[in-house]
């Protein structure tokens, strides 16, 4: 009886052994892709850790590493020097890297996911401001490499107001919701679901504001997309339809319940505000994802037209050393068709 028992633990524990070692096997076959964020672990990442978690990206032989970033300029150097496969930056700033680095590494938009550009102008009420007109004379505060200021060209002749006609002041970025809330300064540019939540932090509601997004004043600007080097893109080109599939599946699952995907944020980064996360991102979503573009185009895509526009637009703004093509900055060729696109819920329900 002990020789029967030993020998059946024996066939037990060599199937089980077999069965690890193809495991192991299956998984070594996996396309690795390492992911860079723009930011940290925020609300609107919801979608890249829930495709992570639920396991959409191994279910298309991907092993996908994804890390938080400290900028679109950081995402887009280090996909460029190697160090990342894909990346999540914004648009603009590829637009200024591909103008200034002709020669340098191909990076493409592969997938956008901020329909318009988050930039906005967050203006004090109590100075009389209720229109870009209203701006002449004022003070606005930001960063050097926001977007709000480096477009404010862009924005200044969308409403008519000379670009000249406002004083601005270059300010760490953890200081400008501060300068506006003490009234040192009568406005500043930042991202919509940043500011905005970073003003009502420090006391400053939304009542007391004028909030003039970029997108719904005159300014055509794309936001972040996914991003990946062509060098990577044209060795993997499934690893890249696959990654775009998966994140495509997420995101309409994130739109479908934004509360609910919170959780794989949380799980990344337990130390995290639930509530505010959870706003943040119904604010990305009601402000530059779910836009009527992305309801005509599906999800990810662009209109080329408007891109070619929005391209010229930068390198003006930027002041560019050349204009990058539009083929050059983003290519459709990964995308999920359309239809598996159209992941928008209807707004009458």
């Given at each position: 009886?002990s020789?029967?028992?030993?020998?059946?633990?024996?066939l037990?524990?060599?199937?089980?052994?077999?069965?690890?070692?193809?495991?192991?096997?299956?998984?070594?076959?996996?396309?690795?892709?390492?992911?860079?964020l723009?930011?940290?672990?925020?609300?609107?990442?919801?979608?890249?850790?829930?495709?992570?978690?639920?396991g959409?990206?191994?279910?298309?032989?991907?092993?996908?590493?994804?890390?938080?970033?400290?900028?679109?300029?950081?995402?887009?150097?280090?996909?460029?020097?190697?160090?990342?496969?894909?990346?999540?930056?914004?648009?603009?700033?590829?637009?200024?890297?591909?103008?200034?680095?002709?020669?340098g590494p191909?990076?493409?938009?592969?997938?956008?996911?901020?329909?318009?550009?988050?930039?906005?102008?967050?203006?004090?009420?109590?100075?009389?401001?209720?229109?870009?007109?209203?701006?002449?004379?004022?003070?606005?505060?930001?960063?050097?490499?926001?977007?709000?200021?480096?477009?404010?060209?862009?924005?200044a002749?969308?409403?008519?107001?000379?670009?000249?006609?406002?004083e601005?002041?270059?300010?760490?970025?953890?200081?400008?919701?501060t300068?506006?809330?003490?009234g040192?300064?009568?406005?500043?540019?930042?991202?919509?679901?940043?500011?905005?939540?970073?003003?009502?932090?420090?006391?400053?509601?939304?009542?007391?504001?004028?909030?003039?997004?970029?997108?719904?004043?005159?300014?055509?600007?794309?936001?972040?997309?996914?991003?990946?080097?062509e060098?990577?893109?044209?060795?993997?080109p499934?690893?890249v339809?696959g990654?775009?599939?998966?994140?495509?599946?997420?995101?309409?699952?994130t739109?479908a319940?934004?509360?609910?995907?919170?959780?794989?944020?949380?799980?990344?980064?337990s130390?995290?505000?639930?509530e505010?996360?959870?706003?943040?991102?119904?604010?990305?979503?009601?402000?530059v994802?779910?836009?009527?573009?992305?309801?005509?185009?599906?999800?990810?895509?662009?209109d080329e037209?408007?891109?070619?526009?929005?391209i010229?637009?930068?390198?003006?703004?930027?002041?560019?050393?050349?204009?990058?093509?539009?083929?050059?900055?983003?290519?459709?060729?990964?995308?999920?068709?359309?239809?598996?696109?159209?992941?928008?819920?209807?707004?009458?329900?």
């Amino acid at each position: 009886m002990s020789r029967y028992l030993s020998r059946s633990t024996g066939l037990l524990v060599g199937a089980l052994g077999l069965s690890l070692i193809g495991a192991s096997l299956a998984q070594a076959d996996d396309t690795r892709i390492r992911f860079q964020l723009d930011w940290r672990f925020e609300g609107p990442s919801a979608p890249f850790l829930m495709a992570v978690e639920r396991g959409y990206f191994a279910e298309e032989g991907l092993d996908v590493q994804i890390d938080s970033g400290s900028g679109s300029a950081g995402a887009i150097n280090r996909v460029a020097s190697g160090a990342y496969e894909m990346g999540f930056g914004d648009l603009n700033a590829l637009v200024e890297f591909l103008a200034e680095n002709p020669d340098g590494p191909g990076i493409q938009g592969v997938y956008v996911v901020y329909d318009g550009s988050p930039a906005s102008v967050f203006a004090r009420k109590d100075r009389d401001i209720e229109s870009p007109a209203d701006l002449a004379g004022k003070a606005i505060a930001a960063p050097a490499f926001d977007t709000g200021y480096r477009a404010w060209g862009i924005f200044a002749a969308a409403n008519e107001l000379d670009a000249d006609d406002v004083e601005w002041q270059n300010v760490d970025p953890t200081l400008r919701e501060t300068l506006l809330v003490r009234g040192d300064v009568d406005a500043i540019t930042g991202f919509y679901f940043t500011s905005l939540l970073n003003l009502e932090g420090r006391g400053m509601g939304e009542e007391e504001l004028t909030i003039m997004p970029f997108p719904e004043y005159g300014v055509p600007l794309y936001g972040n997309a996914i991003i990946a080097s062509e060098a990577f893109s044209e060795e993997n080109p499934e690893a890249v339809k696959g990654f775009l599939r998966a994140f495509n599946r997420a995101l309409e699952e994130t739109l479908a319940d934004p509360d609910g995907a919170i959780d794989y944020v949380y799980n990344r980064d337990s130390l995290i505000d639930r509530e505010m996360e959870t706003r943040r991102l119904r604010l990305a979503i009601d402000s530059v994802i779910d836009t009527e573009d992305a309801r005509g185009n599906g999800a990810g895509a662009v209109d080329e037209e408007r891109l070619r526009n929005a391209i010229q637009l930068v390198a003006d703004a930027y002041e560019l050393p050349s204009v990058p093509e539009p083929e050059r900055v983003f290519t459709s060729r990964f995308l999920p068709p359309q239809d598996e696109r159209m992941i928008f819920a209807d707004r009458s329900e």
